[in-house]
């Protein structure tokens, strides 16, 4: 509950700002009032009321503390700060839910596999060397593998098999000539 103070005179206002770490609360406890009444317009935007009015008493907080009096008042001043701070607010609140919604959306940059292609895939590997199956399935994540937040690169694959990059990728076009003529992957390449 918001303890009702009487408006500030300018010359209070100055006399406070002043005093201090004292000054700056009464400057602040007096304006509390201004924080509730430029949440209004914020309102219904996503977040709660109380969390706008913590974010404007921040921002109200931030202008007692850099307020300069010979500049004029202090409500005119601290106006531009809460709104600042309500904003910011407002906006990171819905970035927070734009990026839930990506977590919740499903994943379309890696559609799912046609149904039959991972043992087709299986069975095609299994006419290569076991060395070179196992460098593909590094580089490419096939089960199996360990998971890795970044796609391994043809260095930390050469790195990991004791080779350099320029032998995997010989490896891996090797491979994939060898792979692209075996029927039972031909029923699932693309045009």
Do not use: C
């Amino acid at each position: 509950m918001l303890i009702a103070h009487r408006l500030l005179t300018k010359k209070e206002e100055r006399t406070l700002s002043r005093k201090g770490a004292p000054g700056r609360k009464s400057l602040v406890e007096h304006n509390l009032r201004l924080v509730a009444y430029l949440s209004k317009p914020f309102q219904h935007r996503g977040i709660s009321p109380d969390d706008l009015f913590q974010e404007g008493s921040l921002g109200l907080m931030r202008a007692a503390r850099t307020f300069d009096p010979k500049r004029g008042r202090f409500t005119t001043y601290a106006t531009w700060w809460v709104r600042q701070y309500m904003q910011l607010a407002v906006k990171r609140h819905q970035r927070h839910q734009d990026f839930e919604q990506l977590e919740d959306a499903p994943d379309r940059s890696h559609p799912s596999p046609p149904e039959g292609l991972a043992e087709a895939l299986d069975d095609a590997l299994n006419v290569l060397p076991k060395r070179t199956r196992s460098i593909l399935k590094a580089r490419y994540l096939l089960p199996n593998k360990t998971k890795s937040p970044h796609d391994p690169t043809l260095k930390s694959v050469g790195r990991q098999f004791h080779l350099s990059r320029e032998r995997i990728r010989q490896i891996e076009q090797e491979s994939f000539a060898k792979l692209s003529h075996n029927p039972a992957l031909q029923e699932y390449a693309t045009p």
